[in-house]
C-alpha cells in the first residue's frame, strides 16, 4: 500500500543523484513531490517524467541554494505550485539533500570556498526548515542528507565534513522543539554512493571504493533513497533525532 499518500514533498537537488532517487520512491508512496533544481532543467525535467510514467505525481521547482533570497525565491514558486495542485499550501516532508563537495585539501581550501560549503550545506537546510515549518502540519517528516564523512577521516574534505557536522546539529535540536507537533527530524548519512561523477566509470576506483563497505559495493542512489522514504512515513514516527548510518556499513571499520 501507498504509505505518503496525500502529502506532499520538498526534495532539494533531486535532479540527479540519491535526491533524484528519494522524489521518485517518495512519489511511489503515493506523495506530490517537488523536484528541486539549481541549474539542470532537463534533468529535473525527466525526473517529473519518470514519476508520471510510474503513474505518480510531481514538478520542478528551480531554486538555487546558498544566496541571498535563495529560501524565499524557492517557497514563492513551491507555494504557487503546490496551491493549484493541492488547494492548499501544505509541505509534509522536507528533505534535504542538495548539497557540494569540497575535494580540497586542507591546506589550500580557500574562505570563499569554504563559505560556499556551508552556504549551501548548512545555512540553507537551516532557513529552509524554519521557512518549511510555516507551512508542515502536524505529523511532518524532515530528513537532512549527511555524509559518513562526519565519523570517517578524510583530511581531503574537511570543510565539506564540517558543514554535514553543522547540518548534523539540526536533528538534534529541532527534534525537541518539533516533538510537541509530531514532527521528526533525521540525519541520514550515505557512505560511498554512485552518482554522475565520472570517477564511478573507472573499474578500478569503483572497486577501492567498494572495499569501504561491508557489502563490498559503493552505494546505489535507491539504496539511501529507501531509508529517505521510510523515515518520511508513519512507521518511523518513533526516530526524531537521529544520525542513521546508511553507508553499507562503512563506519564498522
Ligand atoms: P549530486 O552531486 O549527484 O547532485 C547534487 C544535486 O544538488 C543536484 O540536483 C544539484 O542540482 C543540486 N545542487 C547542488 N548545489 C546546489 C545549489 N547551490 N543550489 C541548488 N541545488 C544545488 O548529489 P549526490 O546524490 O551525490 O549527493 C546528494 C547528497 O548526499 C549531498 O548532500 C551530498 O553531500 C551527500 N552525500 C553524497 C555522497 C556520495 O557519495 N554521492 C556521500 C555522502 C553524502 P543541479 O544539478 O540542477 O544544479
Not at 496525500?6 to 517518495?26: C, D, K, P
Not at 570556498?113 to 524554519?130: M, S, T, Y
Request: hydrophobic share 45%; aromatic share 6%; glycine share 12%.
Amino acid at each position: 500500500a501507498e504509505r505518503l499518500t496525500g502529502r506532499t514533498a520538498l526534495v532539494t537537488g533531486s535532479s540527479r543523484g540519491m535526491g533524484r532517487a528519494a522524489a521518485i520512491r517518495l512519489a511511489q508512496e503515493g506523495a506530490l513531490v517537488a523536484v528541486h533544481y539549481h541549474q539542470d532543467e532537463a534533468a529535473a525535467r525527466e525526473v517529473v517524467t519518470t514519476v508520471e510514467k510510474d503513474g505518480g505525481r510531481a514538478f520542478a521547482v528551480r531554486a538555487e541554494l546558498g544566496v541571498d533570497g535563495d529560501v524565499d525565491q524557492l517557497f514563492a514558486v513551491l507555494e504557487e505550485d503546490l496551491r493549484e495542485r493541492t488547494g492548499s499550501t501544505d509541505l509534509h516532508v522536507l528533505v534535504n539533500n542538495a548539497g557540494v563537495m569540497g575535494g580540497v585539501a586542507a591546506d589550500e581550501v580557500t574562505p570563499e570556498q569554504f563559505d560556499r560549503i556551508f552556504a549551501v550545506n548548512a545555512k540553507a537546510p537551516f532557513f529552509l526548515i524554519q521557512r518549511a515549518l510555516r507551512n508542515m502540519p502536524d505529523g511532518g517528516r524532515i530528513i537532512n542528507i549527511s555524509s559518513g564523512l562526519t565519523r570517517f577521516a578524510n583530511p581531503d574534505e574537511i570543510a565539506y565534513a564540517m558543514s554535514k557536522g553543522a547540518l548534523e546539529q539540526l536533528a538534534l535540536h529541532f527534534a525537541k522543539a518539533l516533538g510537541p507537533r509530531g514532527i521528526t527530524i533525521n540525519s541520514v548519512a550515505p557512505g560511498i554512493t554512485r552518482n554522475g561523477n565520472p570517477v564511478f566509470d573507472i573499474p578500478e576506483a569503483v572497486e577501492q571504493m567498494a572495499g569501504l563497505s561491508a557489502f563490498g559495493r559503493v552505494g546505489e542512489p535507491e539504496d539511501v533513497a529507501d531509508v529517505v522514504a521510510f523515515l518520511a512515513t508513519d512507521e518511523a514516527r518513533w526516530i526524531t533525532g537521529s544520525f542513521v548510518d546508511a553507508t553499507g556499513g562503512t563506519l564498522l571499520g
